[in-house]
């Protein structure tokens, strides 16, 4: 069964930092592009950052020199470090694993709360 285990949600002031972790089990990770997505109140989810297989990296250009995404492929885990927080980041956070173009593998999410 697998299974991707979002964590390191909260609330925290603008400016401030987040790691959230994504741990997964059933598959290793290494071999799926590993994405993080984020969905706000009333909105569409969106893609907030990918790991390729190959290390390659893409950021939305929301996030681009505030977040990184990092995995670590001993924990099989993927982690997505959030600095400058913005009380826009607020959403709920998802991890996908995929091989193809569409997630194969979703989380239940994380709460990330920014407050201003």
């Known amino acids: 069964q697998v299974q991707l285990v979002e964590s390191g949600g909260g609330l925290v002031q603008a400016g401030g930092s987040l790691r959230l972790s994504c741990a997964a089990s059933g598959i290793t990770s290494s071999a799926y592009v590993m994405d993080w997505y984020r969905q706000a109140p009333g909105k569409q989810r969106e893609l907030v950052a990918e790991?390729?297989?190959?290390?390659?990296?893409n950021y939305a250009d929301s996030v681009k020199g505030r977040f990184t995404i990092s995995r670590d492929n001993a924990k099989n885990t993927v982690y997505l470090q959030m600095n400058s927080l913005k009380p826009e980041d607020t959403a709920v956070y998802y991890c996908?694993?995929?091989?193809?173009?569409?997630?194969?593998?979703w989380g239940q999410g994380t709460q990330v709360t920014v407050s201003s």
């Open positions: 790991i390729s297989q190959g290390g390659r990296l």
């Open positions: 996908s694993a995929r091989i193809l173009a569409q997630p194969a593998y």
